[in-house]
């Protein structure tokens, strides 16, 4: 009698390694994926994008020659793109490193596409061009005023200054009749084996971080590499640092001015980042300030990993 095959997970086990942007993921991820024979896949809404290198504080190339990425610099700048599209495509990228015998390593500090890989979407209305075309022609305090009315809870939970959320989450509001953040009922049960954690540091050290990674774009070249982006879509465009960099070039601000705003802009993104990771039981909190010796870290975040597998 034929005996039948084992079941298949249709979920592999997945580490996250997660935090916000400064605090030093990049580096971690490459050195633990190295030693849990894993490959890596990019959750940031922006590194996805071509062309954006410096802005988007991409993994050096070396890195990724020595360790494979998925899910960065893949998307042409023009192109719209969205945590739906997103998931398919992370989705494919751990199915084919599963299925090569290695282990599927997320790094990034997205929120959303991180909760849709641990918990999956919701089924949601396609856009509306009518209703988007309306909305985008509200300011962003009409837009967040807006939202606040139709869905209170809703305005606690997402990024209010995230401009493109907004108009989607009052278009579903719209569309539906429901607060935005009804539909995250769906998402209370992780989706297979997970685990992670989530790196911070002391306030003062990620800040000194952020400031300094800002000069070092300036240094390696942030104004030519925002002089040749032209065709920029409407998501990619919201990338930290890029309009400031183009009032710099248009004269409108002075270089130091514009270094100091995208410190600014990108002190306030990481607090954000903070706030909504913290709300995510499944990843445990390393603050990486309290840590002297880095390789004791890579130690232990590696043997979280490797109980996963």
């Known amino acids: 009698m034929a005996t039948s095959p084992l079941p298949v997970n249709p979920t592999p086990p997945i580490f996250f390694i997660t935090g916000p942007t400064g605090v030093g993921k990049t580096g971690i991820a490459a050195d633990v994926a190295a030693r849990c024979n894993g490959e890596i896949i990019g959750a940031d809404a922006f590194q996805i994008y071509r062309g954006m290198d410096i802005l988007t504080a991409k993994p050096p190339r ?6 494979p990425h998925h899910l960065i610099d893949i998307v042409p700048a023009a192109q719209g793109f969205d945590v739906a599209r997103y998931l398919k495509m992370a989705e494919s990228a751990m199915s084919e490193i599963s299925d090569h015998g290695r282990f599927p390593v997320v790094c990034g500090g ?8 641990t918990h999956g979407l919701s089924e949601l209305p396609k856009a509306d061009p009518v209703i988007r075309a309306r909305l985008e022609t509200l ?4 837009l967040q005023a807006g939202f606040k009315k139709l869905d209170p809870a809703g305005s606690l939970q997402i990024d209010l200054k995230n401009r493109r959320r907004l108009i989607r989450a009052i278009e579903v509001c719209e569309l539906t009749g429901k607060p935005f953040s009804s539909f995250r009922g ?22 000194a971080r952020i400031d300094r990674r800002v000069l070092e774009m300036v240094h390696d070249g942030l104004l ?3 002089r040749t982006l032209h065709d920029i879509g409407p998501t990619a465009s919201q990338a930290i640092g890029l309009r400031e960099t183009r009032a710099c070039l248009n004269g409108e601000i002075s270089l130091d ?4 705003q995208i410190q600014l802009a990108t002190r306030q993104y990481a607090k954000r980042q903070l706030t909504w990771f913290r709300r995510e039981p499944l990843f445990e909190e390393v603050n990486l300030s309290r840590f002297t ?6 130690d232990m975040i590696t043997e979280k990993a490797n109980a996963l597998l």
């Open 293 to 298: 010796d880095e390789e004791a870290v890579i």
């Open 257 to 260: 001015e514009c270094v100091a």
């Open 224 to 226: 030519d590499e925002v």
């Open 62 to 67: 070396e890195v990724r020659k020595t360790i």
């Open 186 to 207: 769906d998402w209370k049960k992780p989706r297979g084996p997970v685990s992670g954690v989530l790196l911070t540091r002391d306030r003062d050290d990620l800040h």
């Open 110 to 117: 997205t929120g959303l596409y991180v909760r849709a890989l």
């Open 139 to 142: 300011a962003l305090e009409e």
